[in-house]
C-alpha cells in the first residue's frame, strides 16, 4: 500500500474516515502488514480486558483517550496497535504496556506515510528498508 500516494490524493482529516478509507485501500492488498478492519475497536477493548493490570492500558485510559476523537485503526500482522486522533498516533504494542506505548505528532495520514517512508525511528514496530522510493518521499 502506498500511504504518501494514498495520503496526497485524500482529504481526510479524522481518524473515522481514514479507517474507511484504508479499509477501502487495503481490498487491494495481497499480504498486509497493517490490518485495517472495522471490528479493530472490539478487538482492541477486548485485549484491553484481557490483560489488565496495573501497568497496561486500562478502561478508564481509553475512555479518556476517546474523549479526544481517539479511534483504534488499524492492528499490525505483529498484533501491535495503531490508534490516533486528529492530531497525534498512538503505537500501541500488543502487551499494552502503557510505558511502551509511542506517541506521535501527526495525523494518522501522516503517520503511515512517515513510517513507509523509514522516518518513524520505533521501538515497536519494524524497521522499513530503504528504497530509492522511500527516499524520494
Excluded: R
Excluded at 478502561?59 to 481517539?70: L, P, Q, R, V
Amino acid at each position: 500500500m502506498n500511504f504518501h500516494e494514498i495520503k496526497e490524493q485524500s482529504d481526510v482529516h479524522d481518524p473515522h474516515s481514514f479507517l474507511q478509507l484504508m479499509i477501502t485501500e487495503q481490498q487491494s492488498e495481497d499480504d498486509p502488514f497493517f490490518v485495517f478492519q472495522t471490528d479493530i475497536e472490539q478487538k482492541f477493548e477486548t485485549n484491553i480486558q484481557f490483560l489488565a493490570s496495573e501497568d497496561t492500558l486500562s478502561e478508564a485510559d481509553y475512555h479518556y483517550w476517546k474523549e479526544t476523537d481517539f479511534l483504534v485503526v488499524s492492528q499490525t500482522i505483529d498484533g501491535d496497535f495503531i490508534g490516533g486522533n486528529m492530531d497525534e498516533t498512538f503505537v500501541i504494542p500488543s502487551s499494552l504496556y502503557k510505558q511502551d506505548i509511542e506517541i506521535y505528532p501527526l495525523f494518522l495520514s501522516d503517520f503511515f506515510a512517515s513510517y513507509e517512508a523509514g522516518k518513524i525511528d520505533s521501538n515497536i514496530l519494524p524497521k522499513v528498508a530503504k528504497t530509492e522510493e522511500n527516499d524520494e518521499m
